[in-house]
Structures are given as C-alpha cells and as structure tokens.
C-alpha cells in the first residue's frame, strides 16, 4: 500500500503542532503534572492545618504558668533563636505529636507579637 505524497508533511507537522502546544501549554498555560498537582495540594493542606492550629498554640501560651519567664527568653532571642526557642517552650508541638512543628513555630511566633508587647 502506497500512501500519498502529503502524508509525511502531514504526520510531521502533527508531530511538531503536539510537540508546541505541550510547550505552550505546561510553560505559559497553566498545565501541571499529577505528581505536580498532589503536591501542590499537600503544601495547601499543611499551610491549612498549621492555620488551625495557631490558636491551641496561643491557647497553650496563655496556659502555661511560666508563661512569663519563656516569653522574656522568646523577647530575647532573634532570628532562627527565637523560632528554636518557641519549639523549646511545647507551645509549639501539635496535639498527639511528640516533636514540634517548625511551620507552626513561625506562624504562633507571628501571631504572639513580642516585638509590640
């Protein structure tokens, strides 16, 4: 069987059409992978519980009867130290969990303001 004479420009410039819109459309069109997709997800879905739990953080702050004492050592510490020193106080460690969280760290250390108090 014979095929005709436009038939190879044709396949070629399917192929070359496909291979411009996956460009154009995973670069400049929005397009994302499914690996890419479930991980943005899980980003959101962390960014999310940490949210939720800034108040049991602030809660667990307000709570605790030293609270005094480690809010002058957090007062005191910068930068990277007072996140660590957050994580030190357990204000920041998530019910059930035995380690604290360092996302939830920053964002209790964000919503406790030490530099207005």
């Known amino acids: 069987m014979t095929f005709p004479k436009w038939t190879k420009p044709g396949v070629y410039g399917a192929i070359v059409g496909a291979v411009a819109i996956s460009i154009f459309g995973f670069n400049w069109g929005g397009w994302i992978t499914g690996s890419k997709a479930s991980d943005m997800a899980q980003e959101l879905a962390n960014k999310q519980v940490t ?67």
């Open 51 to 117: 949210q939720a739990m800034v108040p049991v953080c602030l809660s667990m702050a307000e709570a605790d009867p030293n609270r005094t004492e480690k809010l002058a050592i957090l007062q005191k510490a910068s930068g990277f130290n007072r996140r660590n020193a957050i994580m030190e106080t357990g204000w920041a460690t998530r019910p059930g969990e035995d380690a604290p969280n360092r996302d939830l760290a920053t964002a209790c250390l964000a919503e406790l303001d030490l530099n207005g108090s």
